[in-house]
Structure formats: C-alpha cells, structure tokens
C-alpha cells in the first residue's frame, strides 16, 4: 500500500473519531460543484473531463439475488467482451485522461480473464477500485490480488447477517465466503469496504452488521437507501426525457421502516462511527441534510437545487458502450469503435445532461444514491 493511501486511512480513522468525516462528502462543502460547473451544464449540458469511470465489467453472476436490478439484462447476454477487446478500451480511456477505474458487474470475478484484465489495468497505471460479492475470493487469489497495489479499496457487499444474506442471495452458504473474503484481503492490508443496501429483509440485521464490521476491522461500512422507482414516476420522467428513458427497476414499494426508525438509524451510524473510528456512512449524503424531503420524496417540490454525482464520471457497461447515469438505459457511443473524448462532450449527451438540470433531475431521480444538491 502506498504511504499515501496509508495516510488518507490514518487520516480517515481520525476524523471518523472527531466526527468530522461526513463533511468529506459534501460535495457542496468541498466545492467539487463549482459555479463555473454548475453554469456550464445549465447553459449547455456540457462538464470538463472526467477523471473516474465506473465499468460494468460483466454482466454475469453466479449468484441470483431478489434485489439484483441487472437480472433482466442478463437474459440478454449472449457474449461479453474479449479481453483483447477490454484492453482496447482501456487504451480509450487512458487517451481521454482517465485516472481511476471501478470494476463491477455482475460478479467481475466471474471472468476467467479477469488477472489479464487487472495486468493491462495496473500497466496503464490506473488506480482501481473493486466491488465484489466476495464468493470467489479464497487464501491463494487473495494472495494473486496482492499483486496489484493499484487497488485502492475492495468493496463487499454485504447484506445482512448470515440467515438475512443468504436468503437475500438466494444461495445457502455464500455469507460464510464473503466473511472469510474479508478477513483474506485484511490479512493482505487491503482497504475495505462493506457495502448494505438496507431492505426488509435486513433491518433487524443492521446493528448486528455494524458490530460484526467493526470486528472484522474494516475501514468503511456504507449502506445505501434502496433504489425503487413507481409506474408514476416513471412516466413522468419518460414525459421529460422522452421515451428512450427506461429503468430495470420498477416495483411499487415504499421504504420498509419509518422516518423517525430512519432518522434514529443516522444517528446511530453516527454515534457508532465516533466511538468506533470505522466510518459508517448513509448514502446518498444528501439525506443527512434534507432527510425528510428524502423520506417523503419531496425534494424536487421544495426545489432544493439538485445535481446528480454521476454527471462527473463515465457509466460504462459489459458492451462498451456509455450512459450518463447507471438507471436511464440510453446510450451516447460505444468505446470499442469511438473515442472517449469525442462521446462525452457530445451535442447529444449535453442535450440530455441539460434537460435532466434544468428539471430539477427527473422524478425517478428522488431516491438515487447519486442524488446531490448545490
Ligand atoms: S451479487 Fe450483485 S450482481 Fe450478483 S446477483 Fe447479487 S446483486 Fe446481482
Ligand atoms: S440522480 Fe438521476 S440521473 Fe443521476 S444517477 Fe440517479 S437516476 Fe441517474
């Protein structure tokens, strides 16, 4: 690990003590939304070059979640990506300057190919983040992972404890993996992450969740509000972006505790984080600010000045191809056959940035975990 990888996590660990982390993610606070910024988009959708790309590696999987979004699309895949062909776009994105690389899937361990893939990344001289279900992670590829000291943070998704998980999974056995795999990649001095997305299912699990990370001596715990979008807000968001905006999730459902059980849950993560030194955080941050907009979906009608934190990174999928946001399905180019840096200033991915803005974002926008406000 670097000196100054090593550093920022001394330095996390204590402000997580003094109770200050939270301001690290107020993009707002850290000026990260600049005027210039935001008047570009208003005026003509266009955003300076970004430094991160979030990949969708694969598509497949060899677990079979009940929340899983992408299960749709994996009906679809009949081939992914050679590697020849990865590389490619990995030459694509070092042209357009890129710095950082988030591999996710599916499950990115899935593929066989997947060391290849890391070599090229790591010679490029990328930094690269990982998020895994942890399954494939056993004593000898956590040693091969300890090739790479480009990776910065390993992110396991974690959904409750063991019964709550592997139900959640729908895999018997797969919670037991996953926790091994972090005390594999620990052993190694990995920076790790674990990641909840807080559902029926799992609420009685949290506190216990909390406790068993703390133990487990990881550096961050990030839960995330579940995504859910209605027919309703659907359409009105199709009534904005036109037809071609469509999502993979879409269920009628309505958060499964109460504001004031939300409300009592931030503070806990709160007050746990101070005591602990392990942050643990809620996302998006925008909730601790406006939590009760956020809870009752009332964000856009108190006209908070929203953005999306997507805007300043590239969404790319298992085909090549690019999306301004991981949940509106259109896609502005593929990087096996167009340069990154012709796509991402394009007239019509502007256009599309532009009205998103100038809406105030779109309904189905009120309880994604990019949701910011400037
Ligand atoms: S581990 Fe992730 S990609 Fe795989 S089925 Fe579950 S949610 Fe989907
Ligand atoms: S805030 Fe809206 S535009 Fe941004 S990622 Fe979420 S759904 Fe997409």
Redo the contacts with the bound molecule.
């Keep these: 690990m670097e000196t100054n990888f090593w550093l920022k996590r001394k330095a996390l660990k204590v402000l997580t003590k003094l109770g200050l982390t939270n301001y690290l993610f107020f993009r707002k606070h850290n000026k990260i939304y600049s005027k210039d910024r935001i008047n570009n988009i208003l005026k003509t959708g266009f955003v300076s070059n970004p430094i991160r790309v979030k990949w969708e590696l694969t598509m497949l999987c060899n677990l079979n979640c009940i929340m899983c979004h992408q299960k749709e699309r994996r009906k679809n895949i009949f081939k992914e990506l050679k590697t020849d062909q990865i590389k490619k776009i990995v030459d694509n994105l070092y042209a357009a300057g890129i710095k950082k690389i988030l591999l996710k899937g599916g499950e990115i361990f899935v593929r066989k190919d997947i060391f290849r893939i890391l070599d090229y990344i790591q010679y490029k001289g990328f930094k690269i983040n990982i998020i895994t279900n942890g399954t494939f992670i056993n004593k000898d590829f956590a040693a091969k992972l300890n090739n790479y000291k480009n990776i910065e943070v390993i992110t396991f998704s974690l959904d409750g404890l063991r019964v709550h998980h592997d139900k959640i999974r729908n895999v018997g056995g797969v919670f037991d993996k996953t926790i091994e795999a972090i005390k594999l990649t620990k052993e190694k001095n990995f920076f790790v992450n674990i990641a909840c997305v807080l559902q029926k299912d799992n609420l009685k699990d949290i506190r216990g969740l909390v406790d068993l990370s703390i133990s487990l001596g990881v550096d961050l715990v990030t839960f995330t509000m579940e995504?859910f979008y209605t027919n309703d807000e659907i359409e009105k968001s199709k009534s904005i972006m036109g037809n071609d905006i469509y999502?993979y999730v879409s269920k009628n459902r309505e958060y499964p505790f109460s504001y004031d059980e939300l409300t009592n849950l931030i503070k806990y993560f709160k007050d746990k984080s101070k005591k602990s030194g392990v942050y643990i955080h809620l996302w998006?941050p925008i909730l601790r600010k406006y939590p009760e907009s956020f809870y009752y979906n009332k964000l856009r009608d108190k006209k908070i000045n929203?953005?999306?934190?997507?805007?300043f990174e590239v969404?790319l999928n298992e085909k090549g191809e690019i999306f301004?946001?991981?949940?509106?399905k259109k896609s502005f180019g593929n990087l096996l056959n167009q340069e990154l840096r012709n796509i991402w200033n394009s007239g019509e991915i502007r256009k599309s940035r532009k009205k998103?803005f100038e809406n105030n974002?779109?309904p189905?926008?009120?309880r994604?975990?990019?949701?910011?406000f400037y």
Aim: glycine residues 0%; negative net charge; charged residues 15%.
């Design positions: 995504m999502t998006p929203l953005i999306c934190d997507t805007f969404n301004i946001c991981p949940f509106i998103i974002l779109i189905t926008c009120e994604c975990c990019k949701l910011d």
